[in-house]
T-cell receptor, first 116, second 114 residues
Framework: GAVVSQHPSRVICKSGTSVKIECRSL??????MFWYRQFPKQSLMLMAT?????????EQGVEKDKFLINHASLTLSTLTVTSAHPEDSSFYIC????????????FGEGSRLTVL | SQQGEEDPQALSIQEGENATMNCSYK?????LQWYRQNSGRGLVHLIL?????REKHSGRLRVTLDTSKKSSSLLITASRAADTASYFC??????????????FGTGTRLLVSP
């Protein structure tokens, strides 16, 4: 099956620093990648949709200058949390969709960010 | 919010029993998908049902879709302890921008006791 690799799985950083999370589709081309945020025991909230070669489309209420998304190739998207603060602590999950798929998403294992 | 709602929020059953989860959504859709998430992990795709389909089966899973009521249900038959997880429905729609996106429901936490 399709594999999406997300790295790092856990990261702890100090307030004010920036953190980059990578999402790679290992064995398929992903025209679209999605970034979600999940709080404990809650659902996934879509943050942004990332299409290869174009600017990400952010959901309402998500600060694009705060959460920088880059989708430079068909296999890699990155999320950078800039000037992180404790309220940014969360579980971030990326997912990817096949270029010519049926519509299902393949998820990375998630990245747990803790900002001290 | 476009987010769908699921009920029940939590479900506790014994092994061998069936588990039914319901999902309601608000927008028109291309398809509806169900995912499973073990605690602290990513999501795993279970089944996809298209807007012109009414029922679909995959192993012990049965999904129904009623587009007139904007609702779907997931039935897990003969449940096992290993089925313990959170289950999410997700609606796949094309936005005004022309991009597709998947919006997740609130989820059902299923606990299957041996």
């Amino acid at each position: 099956g399709a594999v999406v690799s997300q790295h790092p799985s856990r990261v702890i950083c100090k307030s004010g620093t920036s953190v980059k999370i990578e999402c790679r589709s290992l064995d398929f081309q992903a025209t679209t990648m999605f970034w979600y945020r999940q709080f404990p025991k809650q659902s996934l909230m879509l943050m942004a949709t990332s299409n290869e070669g174009s600017k990400a489309t952010y959901e309402q209420g998500v600060e694009k200058d705060k959460f920088l998304i880059n989708h430079a190739s068909l296999t890699l998207s990155t999320l950078t949390v800039t000037s992180a603060h404790p309220e940014d602590s969360s579980f971030y999950i990326c997912s990817a969709r096949f270029k010519r798929g049926t519509g299902e998403l393949f998820f990375g294992e998630g990245s747990r960010l803790t900002v001290l | 919010s476009q987010q769908g709602e699921e009920d029940p929020q939590a479900l506790s059953i014994q092994e061998g029993e069936n588990a039914t989860m319901n999902c309601s959504y608000k927008t028109s859709i291309n398809n509806l998908q169900w995912y499973r998430q073990n605690s602290g992990r990513g999501l795993v795709h279970l089944i996809l049902i298209r807007s012109n389909e009414r029922e679909k089966h995959s192993g012990r899973l049965r999904v129904t879709l009623d587009t007139s009521k904007k609702s779907s249900s997931l039935l897990i038959t003969a449940s096992r302890a290993a089925d313990t997880a959170s289950y999410f429905c997700a609606t796949d729609s094309v936005m005004n921008t022309g991009f597709q996106k998947l919006v997740f429901g609130t989820g059902t936490r299923l606990l299957v006791s041996p």
